[in-house]
């Protein structure tokens, strides 16, 4: 009887200190600046984050796309935010996918670099939060944080590891958003010209080099498009333009005019104003990045313009 009651304690011990280990330095937080009044929305969901995490509730990586993406959850295990840590964008050293790389150069897209998928992600929202009216395409809350646990991947590491090393990361964290489907799951004909003219203009602004209908979410209420919500903006502002895929160019409201309203909107874009807000905002943002935002902004509003 002693004896098992000794094995008893040194099992407590044991997992008492597994727990500890795990948990130490479990975090979320928002990188210097990042935090802002655009991101209002964020601070409580960070905050549920790290209940969640010091609960031992694990963020799940994402099987779609090539780089690596995690669900992160709430208390009751419900996705709340998505995380992209810059090390494992593809080509980067901790890529979990098929493309690792050395992290340094150009990435799988021409004009962006490894690494500057979390920056684009950021810069999509607050260029999106810098619009009204019409233009807004309602980009969700995304901010550049640090957070640090287990579940998040390092090259070299065993997947089967009983014992795994805390991470500590840097990357974009996005408002998980609710919806019903993607755009590729309902014909193209039920979107409005509204949402749709909407992430055209942000797509053309921002030179989205990977707008496909994987990452146009659908909201509807009985069969009716009640929104469309564009994610997924890492390919965005490359520094040197290539090709882009914009796939609303196939949508039968692409060929409708933009309404009288938008069309105002879009001349009345402070070029000069955008760039200097996302350089203070983003410093490390290239410089050539955006002047691929002034260049493809300017063309958006000589096309208008000119009345197409």
């Avoid at 992290?103 to 490894?114: F, K, T, Y």
């Avoid at 004909?189 to 602004?205: G, W």
């Avoid at 490390?284 to 955006?290: H, I």
Wanted: with cysteine; aromatic share 6%.
């Amino acid at each position: 009887g002693g004896g098992g009651g000794g094995v008893a304690r040194g099992g407590d011990w044991r997992s008492k200190f597994v727990a500890a280990a795990t948990t130490a330095n479990r975090k979320a937080e928002f990188l210097h600046g990042s935090e802002c009044r655009e991101t209002r929305e964020l601070g409580a969901i960070l905050d549920e984050a790290v209940l969640a995490l010091e609960r031992g509730i694990k963020p799940d990586l994402v099987e779609d796309g090539l780089g690596g993406t995690y669900f992160v959850k709430d208390r009751n295990g419900k996705s709340i935010g998505v995380f992209k840590p810059r090390d494992e964008e593809p080509l980067a050293a901790n890529n979990p996918k098929a493309h690792v790389g050395d992290g340094v150069g150009e990435g799988l897209n021409q004009g962006v670099n490894v690494g500057e998928a979390a920056l684009n992600e950021y810069a999509a929202f607050l260029l999106d939060q810098s619009t009204e009216g019409s233009l807004r395409a309602g980009v969700c809350p995304t901010a550049l944080v640090r957070m640090a646990h287990s579940a998040f991947h390092k090259a070299g590491e065993s997947k089967k590891a009983a014992f795994k090393e805390i991470k500590d990361k840097v990357g974009s964290f996005q408002l998980f958003a609710q919806h019903d489907m993607t755009a590729e799951d309902m014909g193209s004909s039920k979107f409005t010209p509204e949402h749709v003219h909407a992430i055209a203009v942000l797509d053309i602004r921002l030179c989205n080099t990977d707008r496909h209908p994987g990452n146009v979410l659908v909201r509807a209420t009985g069969g009716t498009v009640t929104d469309l919500v564009p994610i997924d903006h890492g390919y965005a502002l490359p520094g040197e333009v290539g090709s882009a895929e914009f796939e609303w160019l196939y949508w039968p409201a692409a060929k409708e005019p933009f309404s009288a309203a938008m069309r105002e909107e879009i001349l009345a874009i402070d070029v000069e104003g955008i760039d200097g807000m996302l350089r203070r905002r983003i410093p490390v943002l290239r410089s050539a990045c955006l002047h691929t935002l002034a260049v493809c902004t300017t063309l958006l509003q000589r096309g208008v313009a000119a009345g197409l």
